[in-house]
Nanobody
C-alpha cells in the first residue's frame, strides 16, 4: 500500500536551516507530482513546493529563494532544503503525492491523493 513518511523536522533559530525528507513506497514514484505542504493550527494547509513528473518545480512566493525541493529517484525520496528559516515558517510539514491535471494546481492540496503524517518544524527568534 502507499506510504509517505516524513522526517527531518525539529527546532531551529531564525536564520538556520533544516532538510526534510519524505520516503515514498507503494506507488509509481516518478509518475506522480510530489509536493510539500504545511499547516498551522486554525489555518488552511498551504502548498510550499512541488516537483512534478516533468521535473518542473513550483514554489510558494513566501519561500522562493530560501527553500529547494529535490528528489532522489534511486531511493524514492523527496527532499525539502529549507534555508534562512523564519518564525513564520513554523508549521507541521506534510509530504504528498498526486496527479494534478494542470501545472497551476501543483500547489493545490485538493488534487493530492496520498499524504504523510507530517513532521513539525519550529523556528524561534
Amino acid at each position: 500500500h502507499v506510504q509517505l513518511v516524513e522526517s527531518g523536522g525539529g527546532s531551529v533559530q531564525a536564520g538556520g536551516s533544516l532538510r526534510l525528507s519524505c520516503a515514498g513506497s507503494g506507488f509509481t514514484y516518478n509518475s506522480y507530482c510530489l509536493a510539500w505542504f504545511r499547516q498551522v493550527p486554525g489555518k488552511e494547509r498551504e502548498g510550499v513546493a512541488a516537483y512534478d513528473s516533468d521535473a518542473h518545480t513550483s514554489y510558494a512566493d513566501t519561500v522562493k529563494g530560501r527553500f529547494t525541493i529535490s528528489q532522489d529517484f534511486a531511493t524514492n525520496t523527496l527532499y525539502l532544503q529549507m534555508d534562512d528559516l523564519k518564525p513564520e515558517d513554523t508549521a507541521m510539514y506534510y509530504c504528498a503525492a498526486g496527479l494534478p491535471s494542470r501545472r497551476l494546481d501543483n500547489l493545490n492540496q485538493y488534487v493530492y491523493k496520498y499524504w504523510g503524517r507530517g513532521t513539525q518544524v519550529t523556528v524561534s527568534t
